[in-house]
T-cell receptor, first 112, second 109 residues
Framework: DAGVIQSPRHEVTEMGQEVTLRCKPI?????LFWYRQTMMRGLELLIY????????DSGMPEDRFSAKMPNASFSTLKIQPSEPRDSAVYFC??????????FGPGTRLTVL | SQQGEEDPQALSIQEGENATMNCSYK?????LQWYRQNSGRGLVHLIL?????REKHSGRLRVTLDTSKKSSSLLITASRAADTASYFC?????????FGSGTRLLVRP
Protein backbone atom coordinates (compact mmCIF):
# COMPACT_ATOMS: atom_id res chain seq x y z
CA ASP A 1 0.00 0.00 0.00
CA ALA A 2 1.16 3.53 -0.67
CA GLY A 3 1.80 5.58 2.41
CA VAL A 4 0.70 9.14 3.00
CA ILE A 5 1.56 11.19 -0.05
CA GLN A 6 2.48 14.84 0.15
CA SER A 7 3.23 17.34 -2.58
CA PRO A 8 5.26 19.23 -3.32
CA ARG A 9 8.26 17.85 -1.43
CA HIS A 10 10.01 21.21 -1.60
CA GLU A 11 8.57 24.67 -2.11
CA VAL A 12 10.45 27.93 -2.33
CA THR A 13 8.38 31.07 -2.62
CA GLU A 14 8.57 34.76 -1.98
CA MET A 15 6.95 36.57 0.89
CA GLY A 16 3.38 37.50 0.12
CA GLN A 17 2.73 34.62 -2.23
CA GLU A 18 0.07 32.01 -1.71
CA VAL A 19 1.29 28.51 -0.90
CA THR A 20 -0.79 25.33 -1.14
CA LEU A 21 0.39 22.07 0.33
CA ARG A 22 -1.34 18.85 -0.57
CA CYS A 23 -1.88 15.54 1.16
CA LYS A 24 -3.35 12.21 0.18
CA PRO A 25 -3.96 10.04 3.25
CA ILE A 26 -3.77 6.29 3.33
CA UNK A 27 -6.88 4.72 1.87
CA UNK A 28 -9.34 3.70 4.57
CA UNK A 29 -7.99 6.10 7.17
CA UNK A 30 -10.62 8.41 8.63
CA UNK A 31 -8.43 10.88 10.51
CA LEU A 32 -5.98 13.35 9.06
CA PHE A 33 -3.52 15.64 10.82
CA TRP A 34 -1.34 18.54 9.68
CA TYR A 35 1.84 19.22 11.65
CA ARG A 36 4.59 21.79 11.37
CA GLN A 37 8.21 21.18 12.39
CA THR A 38 10.69 23.94 13.13
CA MET A 39 13.94 24.02 15.04
CA MET A 40 12.54 26.49 17.53
CA ARG A 41 9.17 24.92 18.25
CA GLY A 42 9.64 21.29 17.27
CA LEU A 43 6.62 19.36 15.99
CA GLU A 44 3.29 21.11 16.44
CA LEU A 45 -0.20 19.94 15.54
CA LEU A 46 -1.90 22.50 13.33
CA ILE A 47 -5.26 20.92 12.58
CA TYR A 48 -7.09 17.61 12.93
CA UNK A 49 -9.84 16.26 10.66
CA UNK A 50 -12.08 13.33 11.44
CA UNK A 51 -14.29 11.96 8.67
CA UNK A 52 -13.37 15.05 6.61
CA UNK A 53 -14.62 17.44 9.29
CA UNK A 54 -12.22 19.81 11.07
CA UNK A 55 -12.35 18.88 14.75
CA UNK A 56 -9.54 20.92 16.23
CA ASP A 57 -7.85 23.85 14.50
CA SER A 58 -6.52 25.47 17.65
CA GLY A 59 -2.96 24.95 16.44
CA MET A 60 -3.42 26.97 13.27
CA PRO A 61 -1.14 29.98 13.82
CA GLU A 62 -3.34 32.70 12.41
CA ASP A 63 -5.89 33.58 9.79
CA ARG A 64 -3.31 33.34 7.05
CA PHE A 65 -3.49 29.56 7.45
CA SER A 66 -6.44 27.52 6.24
CA ALA A 67 -7.01 23.82 5.67
CA LYS A 68 -9.64 21.88 3.82
CA MET A 69 -10.57 18.27 3.34
CA PRO A 70 -13.11 18.09 0.52
CA ASN A 71 -13.13 14.28 0.53
CA ALA A 72 -11.59 11.31 2.29
CA SER A 73 -8.62 11.13 -0.06
CA PHE A 74 -7.42 14.71 -0.23
CA SER A 75 -6.53 17.63 1.99
CA THR A 76 -4.88 20.98 1.46
CA LEU A 77 -3.10 23.41 3.75
CA LYS A 78 -2.99 26.93 2.38
CA ILE A 79 -0.95 29.89 3.54
CA GLN A 80 -1.97 33.27 2.16
CA PRO A 81 -0.02 35.51 2.27
CA SER A 82 3.13 33.61 3.21
CA GLU A 83 5.79 35.10 5.46
CA PRO A 84 9.44 34.09 6.10
CA ARG A 85 8.52 32.83 9.58
CA ASP A 86 6.30 30.22 7.93
CA SER A 87 9.42 28.45 6.68
CA ALA A 88 9.28 24.93 8.12
CA VAL A 89 8.64 21.32 7.24
CA TYR A 90 4.93 20.55 7.08
CA PHE A 91 3.83 16.98 7.69
CA CYS A 92 0.54 15.31 7.01
CA UNK A 93 -0.42 12.18 8.94
CA UNK A 94 -3.39 9.87 8.80
CA UNK A 95 -4.82 7.00 10.79
CA UNK A 96 -7.84 4.76 11.11
CA UNK A 97 -9.82 5.30 14.29
CA UNK A 98 -7.39 5.33 17.23
CA UNK A 99 -4.61 3.37 15.56
CA UNK A 100 -1.09 4.59 14.93
CA UNK A 101 -0.59 7.79 12.98
CA UNK A 102 1.32 7.35 9.74
CA PHE A 103 3.31 10.34 8.55
CA GLY A 104 4.01 11.53 5.04
CA PRO A 105 7.50 12.55 3.91
CA GLY A 106 6.77 16.22 4.51
CA THR A 107 6.94 19.41 2.48
CA ARG A 108 9.92 21.65 3.13
CA LEU A 109 8.70 25.22 2.71
CA THR A 110 11.07 28.14 2.35
CA VAL A 111 9.62 31.64 2.21
CA LEU A 112 12.14 34.24 1.09
CA SER B 1 4.63 24.20 24.85
CA GLN B 2 5.73 20.65 24.31
CA GLN B 3 4.42 17.88 26.50
CA GLY B 4 7.39 15.58 26.30
CA GLU B 5 10.96 16.50 26.94
CA GLU B 6 13.71 14.16 25.90
CA ASP B 7 17.00 13.56 27.58
CA PRO B 8 19.71 13.66 26.40
CA GLN B 9 19.34 16.07 23.51
CA ALA B 10 22.17 14.33 21.71
CA LEU B 11 23.86 10.97 22.15
CA SER B 12 26.92 9.54 20.40
CA ILE B 13 27.80 5.88 20.83
CA GLN B 14 29.85 3.18 19.17
CA GLU B 15 28.19 0.57 17.02
CA GLY B 16 27.22 -2.41 19.15
CA GLU B 17 26.60 -0.38 22.29
CA ASN B 18 23.19 0.20 23.80
CA ALA B 19 21.46 3.58 23.56
CA THR B 20 19.03 4.83 26.19
CA MET B 21 16.81 7.84 25.73
CA ASN B 22 14.44 9.26 28.31
CA CYS B 23 11.22 11.19 28.01
CA SER B 24 9.29 13.12 30.63
CA TYR B 25 5.78 14.47 30.26
CA LYS B 26 3.40 16.63 32.22
CA UNK B 27 -0.23 15.52 31.99
CA UNK B 28 -2.19 12.28 32.04
CA UNK B 29 -1.98 10.21 28.89
CA UNK B 30 -3.73 7.40 27.01
CA UNK B 31 -0.49 6.11 25.61
CA LEU B 32 3.07 7.10 24.82
CA GLN B 33 4.70 6.49 21.47
CA TRP B 34 8.22 6.64 20.11
CA TYR B 35 9.03 7.77 16.60
CA ARG B 36 12.22 7.90 14.58
CA GLN B 37 13.10 10.57 12.05
CA ASN B 38 16.00 10.24 9.67
CA SER B 39 17.51 13.50 8.49
CA GLY B 40 15.21 15.23 6.04
CA ARG B 41 12.60 12.49 6.17
CA GLY B 42 9.22 11.85 7.74
CA LEU B 43 8.55 10.23 11.08
CA VAL B 44 8.39 6.48 11.42
CA HIS B 45 6.40 4.92 14.23
CA LEU B 46 8.48 2.57 16.37
CA ILE B 47 6.44 1.45 19.34
CA LEU B 48 3.40 2.34 21.43
CA UNK B 49 2.99 1.67 25.13
CA UNK B 50 -0.38 2.13 26.79
CA UNK B 51 -0.84 3.88 30.11
CA UNK B 52 -1.60 0.57 31.86
CA UNK B 53 1.57 -1.10 30.56
CA ARG B 54 4.97 -0.88 32.18
CA GLU B 55 7.26 -2.42 29.60
CA LYS B 56 7.14 -3.38 25.96
CA HIS B 57 9.57 -4.99 23.54
CA SER B 58 9.87 -4.89 19.78
CA GLY B 59 12.97 -6.43 18.25
CA ARG B 60 15.97 -4.50 19.57
CA LEU B 61 13.72 -1.88 21.18
CA ARG B 62 12.60 -1.87 24.79
CA VAL B 63 10.30 0.79 26.15
CA THR B 64 9.36 1.37 29.75
CA LEU B 65 6.69 3.62 31.17
CA ASP B 66 6.39 4.93 34.71
CA THR B 67 3.14 6.86 35.00
CA SER B 68 3.84 7.80 38.63
CA LYS B 69 6.96 9.63 37.52
CA LYS B 70 5.48 10.64 34.17
CA SER B 71 8.48 9.27 32.36
CA SER B 72 9.42 6.76 29.71
CA SER B 73 12.64 5.35 28.35
CA LEU B 74 13.60 3.86 25.01
CA LEU B 75 16.46 1.38 24.92
CA ILE B 76 18.02 0.34 21.62
CA THR B 77 20.23 -2.68 22.11
CA ALA B 78 23.22 -3.63 19.94
CA SER B 79 23.03 -0.38 18.02
CA ARG B 80 23.87 -0.15 14.34
CA ALA B 81 25.03 2.74 12.19
CA ALA B 82 21.59 2.65 10.53
CA ASP B 83 20.02 3.57 13.89
CA THR B 84 21.48 7.06 13.49
CA ALA B 85 18.45 9.37 13.56
CA SER B 86 16.41 11.62 15.81
CA TYR B 87 14.06 9.90 18.22
CA PHE B 88 10.90 11.53 19.53
CA CYS B 89 8.50 10.53 22.23
CA UNK B 90 4.89 11.55 21.76
CA UNK B 91 2.12 11.42 24.31
CA UNK B 92 -1.43 10.89 23.24
CA UNK B 93 -4.38 12.33 25.10
CA UNK B 94 -7.66 11.87 23.26
CA UNK B 95 -6.68 12.28 19.60
CA UNK B 96 -3.76 14.65 20.12
CA UNK B 97 -0.15 13.57 19.76
CA UNK B 98 2.20 15.97 21.49
CA PHE B 99 5.84 15.50 20.62
CA GLY B 100 8.94 16.00 22.68
CA SER B 101 11.98 17.89 21.48
CA GLY B 102 13.80 14.74 20.42
CA THR B 103 17.14 13.03 20.97
CA ARG B 104 19.68 13.05 18.15
CA LEU B 105 21.42 9.68 18.14
CA LEU B 106 24.71 9.14 16.31
CA VAL B 107 25.98 5.58 16.06
CA ARG B 108 29.62 5.54 14.99
CA PRO B 109 30.69 2.56 12.86
Amino acid sequence: DAGVIQSPRHEVTEMGQEVTLRCKPISGHNSLFWYRQTMMRGLELLIYFNNNVPIDDSGMPEDRFSAKMPNASFSTLKIQPSEPRDSAVYFCASRRDSDTQYFGPGTRLTVL
Amino acid sequence: SQQGEEDPQALSIQEGENATMNCSYKTSINNLQWYRQNSGRGLVHLILIRSNEREKHSGRLRVTLDTSKKSSSLLITASRAADTASYFCATESSYKLIFGSGTRLLVRP
